[in-house]
């Protein structure tokens, strides 16, 4: 349902039960008759016949038009108008349950409405108001329904559940803080509609609640819109939070790469996104802990979004509402590469657009690197010969050669190695944390289910964008048999033979795998490039996964998990704003999530080594650059339309009904005093000409 | 403030009969008579020269002597030259009754300037008028308290003054009968002559019967309407607002909210009034005149009157 421009009363019984009064009132004054001032005349003949002339000369005069009349009944009615405390309301005004959801995603930080309040600081006094609205108080007010809030970005919370106190109502509005997340609204619905549900205890049956109604404030940029629907009974009022010509430029993506060769080079790969309808120029500025390092030569041409003004909010990428044939949305993109930078040590590394725009979470993305470290690999139980020559011949700090029993006593600590090179045979039952790379299908992991062999197989296919496939070509390999595994779905199968897996990659907790169902020595396989670049890949990739010499790119809403040493008990987390909070590791981890806020976390611990320490650089979420606020949503099949919320614009009008009794005033003293006007009098006695008389002498 | 708040008339006060006619009136209109339209026979040979023939000394003309004609006119000189017997006619001087006749009744004090004053100046410029020209003038007052009053057969000059005086004694209020007076009048006519009434005939019985007893009866009738620029158009005068108008004669009482609208509705019915008394006076041979009090009398007499024919 579509929300509509309203009026709200606040008091409306007041101003009807004042004009209820005063009109008849002043109607009834006018059929009394007045108190007259007297004088005497020659003769009332020819007054009493001008008078039944005009008018019937009865205890009550009849009614007759009277620009006075007419001027004090309007008089009244804008007084009992203002007396009514109207508001104009761009919402549906609503008595039964109503619930308050409030976009908090990075978007709403953007500053376009007024360049100094962001949109969640509007959406917020906005939502105050309307509470206002609902609880307003007075003398005949009517009884406000229940009402609740609940803020969302990449996930909803409640912040206040259903009350009748405005008080608790615009405290929880205020406690909703801004996030540099993506903007999700499917749980917040789905919240919303739990606790608006009445269970009716006779039948057992749940049916939403009468006269429910969602207050969306947000910019309409909400990527799961269209998975939602609007139900029966369900009404929604959007409240549009920000212009819909609202342009951004900010920073997509952000990459950093260690040289292979002289890991204390490194490379940072920027991505700079463009929502606008104009292809814009900026300079980048790259730093690394605060400290400019490098500055783009020239300034970076980002080309225009395409179809920028598509105005439907819902996926990111959507289309017009009617489905016109116009062209869907696409943002302008450019990758700008920088120059190697010379940095040994550890650091975040921050890239800056030295623009402003109305939009400043997007213009800047960090990612944290680690200092340069080798690789330590442990090869464990009788491996092959030819993965064995593979793996020593990758550049590492040190491989190591276990066997099975030397394993089970040093690989409880899962910080000694990186990788774990092994035959399934010399794994434990219970492998301890830790990645490893496994030629033959393990016991130690669930969820692979071997249940027999299989003999004679190729390759039907296999996933080519893995990582761990990167310049494999495996489109020779034949194997003469394999254990046959049906593994869970979340088993990662990245080459298939003809009815089974042929290599999989398992995750279980501390534990990431990746596994051949095969001997590589019953295959051709040991004989082919694509075996040495195998290997090394997997070995790369899984030491790469945590702690890598590259970090990976974090976004709010994701969880920072860290390896710890085992016996550590508690590690420090400092937060982007400089709040640090005590965090427990458990298993030699430690995390911390939702996140909410972009910039740099660091973790602190302190181990037999010495005070360790591990950053992770957050950026707003994918997506939130799109700033242009949708003029309607389209959930599901619907189309909701928006209601303008230009700063203040819930207003009232009483002032203006006040206004208008004040003008009406001046006119009704103006019409009583104009019959005084129509001859002024003159002097007793008014000096005629005679012939000025002359007509009235007459025969 | 205007008049009408103020409730009562601004009369001003008639002390002595200069306050009716001084010298400069008196010389302006003593050169004026009392016409007459109708030939009437008067008592006495007076200055008047009369449309009847008659035995006075100004030949007329002749005519054939017919049988039972007085032989004492008869042209014997005629006789003797043509043998044919000739009447000799002379033109015959009679004197003319003048008849004012005033209303004194309460609606007449009331005005500015006051219509009682007018009236009383009015009749003693035109009782004046009479005196100087020997014509017997009577003064009547009706409407009074004390029934109708009236002083007869003034002639001459000399009685300038006690008419004067009688004039000024005239005292205003009551509600005496229009009609009973002019009966009256009729009943005591002496002889023909011309007879003025001056009243503002708001008369709310009506003035048709009164004005029939005189009608007809010998008068050369005048009805001198006398009407206050504040009745004329109140509305000009201050009547703006919600007012209780008193009835100055029977007190009877009007409410009325003097709207614009009102206003002409009342103007418009004084002249439905107006019209209606003129016409009534034009089927009779009556003359009819509105005069406004705020007219002055000697312009009133030497233009208007004069023009309409009572002076010249």
């Given at each position: 349902?579509?929300?509509?421009?309203?009026?709200?009363?606040?008091?409306?019984?007041?101003?009807?039960?004042?004009?209820?009064?005063?009109?008849?009132?002043?109607?009834?004054?006018?059929?009394?008759?007045?108190?007259?001032?007297?004088?005497?005349?020659?003769?009332?003949?020819?007054?009493?016949?001008?008078?039944?002339?005009?008018?019937?000369?009865?205890?009550?005069?009849?009614?007759?038009?009277?620009?006075?009349?007419?001027?004090?009944?309007?008089?009244?009615?804008?007084?009992?108008?203002?007396?009514?405390?109207?508001?104009?309301?761009?919402?549906?005004?609503?008595?039964?349950?109503?619930?308050?959801?409030?976009?908090?995603?990075?978007?709403?930080?953007?500053?376009?409405?007024?360049?100094?309040?962001?949109?969640?600081?509007?959406?917020?006094?906005?939502?105050?108001?309307?509470?206002?609205?609902?609880?307003?108080?007075?003398?005949?007010?009517?009884?406000?329904?229940?009402?609740?809030?609940?803020?969302?970005?990449?996930?909803?919370?409640?912040?206040?559940?259903?009350?009748?106190?405005?008080?608790?109502?615009?405290?929880?509005?205020?406690?909703?803080?801004?996030?540099?997340?993506?903007?999700?609204?499917?749980?917040?619905?789905?919240?919303?509609?739990?606790?608006?549900?009445?269970?009716?205890?006779?039948?057992?049956?749940?049916?939403?609640?009468?006269?429910?109604?969602?207050?969306?404030?947000?910019?309409?940029?909400?990527?799961?819109?269209?998975?939602?629907?609007?139900?029966?009974?369900?009404?929604?009022?959007?409240?549009?939070?920000?212009?819909?010509?609202?342009?951004?430029?900010?920073?997509?993506?952000?990459?950093?790469?260690?040289?292979?060769?002289?890991?204390?080079?490194?490379?940072?790969?920027?991505?700079?996104?463009?929502?606008?309808?104009?292809?814009?120029?900026?300079?980048?500025?790259?730093?690394?802990?605060?400290?400019?390092?490098?500055?783009?030569?020239?300034?970076?041409?980002?080309?225009?979004?395409?179809?920028?003004?598509?105005?439907?909010?819902?996926?990111?990428?959507?289309?017009?509402?009617?489905?016109?044939?116009?062209?869907?949305?696409?943002?302008?993109?450019?990758?700008?590469?920088?120059?190697?930078?010379?940095?040994?040590?550890?650091?975040?590394?921050?890239?800056?657009?030295?623009?402003?725009?109305?939009?400043?979470?997007?213009?800047?993305?960090?990612?944290?690197?680690?200092?340069?470290?080798?690789?330590r690999i442990a090869v464990v139980g009788a491996i092959d010969?030819?993965t064995k020559?593979?793996v020593?011949?990758?550049?590492?700090?040190k491989v190591e050669f276990l066997s099975a029993a030397e394993f089970a006593t040093r690989g409880v600590k899962s910080d000694e190695f990186?990788v774990v090179v092994a035959t399934p045979a010399a794994l434990p039952a219970q492998l301890p944390p830790g990645?490893y790379l496994v030629l033959g299908?393990p016991a130690g992991i669930?969820?692979?289910?071997?249940?027999?062999?299989?003999?004679?197989?190729?390759?039907?296919?296999?996933?080519?964008?893995?990582?761990?496939?990167?310049?494999?070509?495996?489109?020779?390999?034949?194997?003469?048999?394999?254990?046959?595994?049906?593994?869970?779905?979340?088993?990662?199968?990245?080459?298939?033979?003809?009815?089974?897996?042929?290599?999989?990659?398992?995750?279980?907790?501390?534990v990431?795998a990746?596994?051949?169902?095969?001997?590589?020595?019953?295959?051709?396989?040991?004989?082919?490039?694509?075996?040495?670049?195998?290997?090394?890949?997997?070995?790369?990739?899984?030491?790469?996964?945590?702690?890598?010499?590259?970090?990976?790119?974090?976004?709010?809403?994701?969880?920072?998990?860290?390896?710890?040493?085992a016996?550590?008990?508690?590690?420090?987390?400092?937060?982007?704003?400089?709040?640090?909070?005590?965090?427990?590791?458990?298993?030699?981890?430690?995390?911390?999530?939702?996140?909410?806020?972009?910039?740099?976390?660091?973790?602190?611990?302190?181990?037999?080594?010495?005070?360790?320490?591990?950053?992770?650089?957050?950026?707003?979420?994918?997506?939130?650059?799109?700033?242009?606020?949708?003029?309607?949503?389209?959930?599901?099949?619907?189309?909701?339309?928006?209601?303008?919320?230009?700063?203040?614009?819930?207003?009232?009008?009483?002032?203006?009904?006040?206004?208008?009794?004040?003008?009406?005033?001046?006119?009704?003293?103006?019409?009583?005093?104009?019959?005084?006007?129509?001859?002024?009098?003159?002097?007793?006695?008014?000096?005629?000409?005679?012939?000025?008389?002359?007509?009235?002498?007459?025969? | 403030?205007?008049?009408?708040?103020?409730?009562?008339?601004?009369?001003?006060?008639?002390?002595?009969?200069?306050?009716?006619?001084?010298?400069?009136?008196?010389?302006?209109?003593?050169?004026?008579?009392?016409?007459?339209?109708?030939?009437?026979?008067?008592?006495?040979?007076?200055?008047?020269?009369?449309?009847?023939?008659?035995?006075?000394?100004?030949?007329?003309?002749?005519?054939?002597?017919?049988?039972?004609?007085?032989?004492?006119?008869?042209?014997?000189?005629?006789?003797?030259?043509?043998?044919?017997?000739?009447?000799?006619?002379?033109?015959?001087?009679?004197?003319?009754?003048?008849?004012?006749?005033?209303?004194?009744?309460?609606?007449?004090?009331?005005?500015?300037?006051?219509?009682?004053?007018?009236?009383?100046?009015?009749?003693?410029?035109?009782?004046?008028?009479?005196?100087?020209?020997?014509?017997?003038?009577?003064?009547?007052?009706?409407?009074?308290?004390?029934?109708?009053?009236?002083?007869?057969?003034?002639?001459?000059?000399?009685?300038?003054?006690?008419?004067?005086?009688?004039?000024?004694?005239?005292?205003?209020?009551?509600?005496?009968?229009?009609?009973?007076?002019?009966?009256?009048?009729?009943?005591?006519?002496?002889?023909?002559?011309?007879?003025?009434?001056?009243?503002?005939?708001?008369?709310?019985?009506?003035?048709?019967?009164?004005?029939?007893?005189?009608?007809?009866?010998?008068?050369?009738?005048?009805?001198?309407?006398?009407?206050?620029?504040?009745?004329?158009?109140?509305?000009?005068?201050?009547?703006?607002?919600?007012?209780?108008?008193?009835?100055?004669?029977?007190?009877?009482?009007?409410?009325?909210?003097?709207?614009?609208?009102?206003?002409?509705?009342?103007?418009?019915?004084?002249?439905?009034?107006?019209?209606?008394?003129?016409?009534?006076?034009?089927?009779?041979?009556?003359?009819?005149?509105?005069?406004?009090?705020?007219?002055?009398?000697?312009?009133?007499?030497?233009?208007?009157?004069?023009?309409?024919?009572?002076?010249?």
């Open positions: 349902m579509s929300a509509m421009l309203a009026i709200v009363w606040m008091t409306p019984l007041m101003g009807a039960a004042v004009a209820a009064v005063l009109v008849p009132l002043l109607v009834a004054l006018y059929f009394l008759k007045l108190r007259r001032r007297a004088t005497a005349v020659p003769s009332t003949l020819l007054w009493k016949r001008s008078v039944e002339d005009v008018r019937a000369n009865t205890p009550f005069q009849r009614l007759r038009p009277s620009v006075l009349l007419f001027l004090q009944l309007g008089l009244l009615a804008f007084v009992a108008f203002a007396l009514m405390q109207p508001r104009m309301d761009l919402g549906l005004s609503s008595s039964g349950r109503s619930v308050i959801i409030i976009d908090a995603s990075a978007s709403m930080s953007a500053t376009d409405l007024d360049g100094q309040k962001s949109r969640l600081a509007i959406a917020k006094t906005q939502a105050k108001e309307r509470i206002d609205q609902l609880f307003a108080g007075g003398l005949f007010s009517t009884i406000p329904g229940e009402t609740m809030v609940i803020s969302f970005s990449d996930t909803a919370k409640i912040m206040q559940p259903f009350t009748r106190s405005s008080g608790d109502l615009k405290r929880a509005v205020d406690r909703i803080e801004q996030t540099d997340g993506g903007s999700r609204i499917g749980d917040a619905l789905s919240l919303a509609r739990a606790f608006a549900t009445v269970v009716n205890p006779e039948t057992q049956g749940a049916t939403p609640s009468e006269g429910a109604s969602l207050e969306l404030w947000s910019d309409g940029r909400i990527a799961d819109l269209a998975a939602e629907a609007i139900r029966p009974g369900e009404t929604v009022s959007y409240h549009v939070c920000g212009r819909a010509d609202g342009a951004n430029v900010g920073i997509e993506g952000i990459a950093a790469e260690r040289s292979a060769t002289e890991p204390g080079v490194i490379q940072v790969f920027v991505t700079v996104r463009n929502d606008g309808p104009e292809a814009i120029e900026t300079d980048l500025e790259l730093a690394i802990d605060g400290v400019r390092r490098s500055v783009t030569p020239k300034p970076v041409k980002v080309p225009a979004a395409s179809n920028s003004l598509a105005g439907t909010g819902g996926a990111s990428v959507s289309a017009t509402a009617a489905g016109s044939a116009s062209a869907p949305y696409k943002p302008g993109y450019e990758r700008v590469t920088f120059p190697p930078i010379i940095q040994p040590r550890a650091g975040v590394i921050s890239v800056s657009l030295v623009r402003a725009d109305s939009m400043i979470a997007d213009n800047r993305a960090s990612i944290a690197v680690s200092a340069p470290r080798r690789l010969f030819a020559n593979v020593t011949a990758i550049p590492a700090e990186d990645r299908v669930e969820g692979l289910n071997p249940y027999g062999g299989k003999e004679k197989l190729s390759v039907r296919s296999q996933r080519s964008e893995h990582p761990l496939l990167h310049a494999v070509n495996l489109d020779d390999l034949f194997i003469a048999k394999a254990t046959a595994i049906a593994p869970a779905s979340d088993v990662e199968s990245i080459v298939e033979g003809p009815d089974v897996p042929l290599v999989v990659v398992a995750r279980r907790g501390p990431a990746v596994i051949t169902t095969f001997e590589p020595l019953d295959s051709n396989w040991p004989f082919q490039r694509g075996f040495v670049t195998f290997v090394a890949n997997a070995v790369e990739w899984l030491g790469a996964l945590d702690q890598a010499a590259v970090q990976e790119e974090h976004h709010p809403g994701e969880t920072l998990s860290v390896r710890t040493a016996g550590v008990k508690e590690a420090m987390l400092t937060l982007p704003d400089g709040t640090t909070r005590p965090l427990q590791a458990r298993e030699g981890s430690v995390t911390y999530g939702p996140l909410v806020r972009s910039g740099t976390y660091e973790f602190r611990w302190t181990d037999d080594r010495g005070e360790q320490r591990r950053m992770f650089a957050v950026n707003t979420a994918e997506g939130e650059g799109r700033i242009a606020a949708a003029d309607q949503l389209s959930v599901g099949a619907q189309l909701v339309l928006g209601t303008g919320s230009e700063g203040g614009s819930l207003s009232d009008l009483w002032p203006y009904a006040l206004a208008a009794a004040l003008v009406l005033l001046v006119l009704e003293w103006w019409a009583y005093h104009r019959k005084n006007w129509i001859r002024p009098a003159r002097g007793a006695k008014p000096v005629r000409p005679l012939g000025a008389i002359a007509p009235m002498i007459r025969s | 403030m205007s008049l009408f708040f103020q409730g009562q008339p601004n009369r001003k006060r008639l002390e002595r009969v200069d306050d009716l006619i001084d010298a400069a009136l008196m010389a302006r209109i003593g050169q004026l008579d009392v016409v007459s339209r109708k030939i009437f026979t008067g008592k006495i040979q007076g200055e008047r020269r009369s449309k009847r023939r008659g035995q006075s000394v100004e030949f007329a003309d002749f005519r054939p002597y017919v049988h039972g004609d007085d032989l004492r006119f008869i042209d014997w000189n005629i006789f003797g030259r043509l043998d044919r017997l000739f009447l000799k006619i002379f033109l015959e001087e009679e004197d003319l009754s003048l008849v004012i006749a005033i209303d004194t009744s309460a609606s007449m004090d009331w005005g500015d300037p006051n219509k009682m004053v007018f009236a009383q100046r009015l009749a003693m410029a035109l009782g004046y008028i009479g005196l100087v020209n020997h014509n017997r003038v009577t003064i009547a007052a009706f409407g009074g308290e004390g029934g109708m009053q009236k002083i007869s057969n003034l002639r001459g000059r000399r009685k300038t003054s006690e008419m004067g005086k009688w004039i000024l004694n005239l005292k205003s209020g009551g509600t005496g009968s229009f009609e009973e007076s002019m009966k009256a009048l009729a009943l005591a006519r002496q002889g023909r002559g011309v007879m003025v009434v001056v009243s503002d005939f708001l008369i709310k019985e009506g003035y048709e019967k009164g004005l029939r007893y005189v009608a007809g009866r010998g008068y050369d009738l005048w009805c001198m309407q006398t009407l206050a620029p504040q009745e004329i158009d109140p509305g000009a005068h201050g009547l703006v607002g919600d007012w209780r108008l008193t009835d100055a004669e029977d007190r009877d009482e009007a409410e009325v909210t003097a709207s614009p609208g009102l206003v002409e509705q009342y103007r418009a019915n004084l002249g439905a009034w107006c019209a209606g008394l003129r016409d009534f006076a034009i089927r009779r041979s009556i003359i009819h005149m509105v005069v406004d009090t705020s007219t002055e009398i000697d312009a009133l007499l030497l233009e208007y009157l004069r023009q309409r024919g009572l002076v010249r």
